[in-house]
C-alpha cells in the first residue's frame, strides 16, 4: 500500500481539480450535479470559491504524491474536506443521491478509506 499511495494520491488529486468547472460555469455545475441552482451574484460568489477550495485540495495530493513529507498532510485535509462534502450530501436524505453528485459521493468515499488506511499503516523506519 505503500508504494501505491503516491499513484492513489495523484488520480485523486486529479479527479479533485476537476472541480475547476464551477468556477467557471457556477451555475450549470449545480445544474448538473444536484439538480438545482442558486441565484444571485453572492451565489455565484459562493459556488465559485467552494470550485477553487476543492481544486486546492487536489493540488495538494498531487504535490503529496511527489513529496512524502508532505503527503500527511495533504491526505487529511483531503480526508476531511470530502468527510465533510459526503456528509453534508448524505445529511439531505435521498435529495440529491439521484443526481450526477452521487458519483462524487462514492468517489470521494472510496479516497476517504484509502487516504485513512494510508494514514493509519505503521511507519516505515527510515534507513
Not at 476537476?18 to 460555469?25: H, I, Q, R, S
Not at 503529496?64 to 495533504?74: I, L, Q, T, W
Amino acid at each position: 500500500m505503500r508504494g501505491a499511495i503516491k499513484w492513489v494520491m495523484l488520480v485523486s488529486g486529479v479527479l479533485t481539480c476537476t472541480m475547476l468547472y464551477p468556477v467557471f460555469a457556477p451555475q450549470a455545475m449545480l445544474q448538473s450535479s444536484f439538480g438545482e441552482t442558486l441565484e444571485g451574484p453572492l451565489a455565484d460568489v459562493v459556488v465559485r470559491n467552494w470550485g477553487a477550495l476543492i481544486v486546492m485540495v487536489g493540488v495538494m495530493l498531487i504535490y503529496g504524491a511527489f513529496n512524502a513529507a508532505a503527503r500527511p498532510m495533504a491526505l487529511a485535509a483531503g480526508a476531511a474536506s470530502k468527510t465533510v462534502f459526503i456528509a453534508l450530501v448524505l445529511s439531505q436524505g435521498q435529495r440529491y443521491l439521484d443526481n450526477q453528485v452521487v458519483v462524487a459521493v462514492v468517489a470521494d468515499s472510496l479516497m476517504v478509506i484509502l487516504f485513512v488506511v494510508f494514514l493509519l499503516l505503521p511507519k516505515e523506519p527510515n534507513p
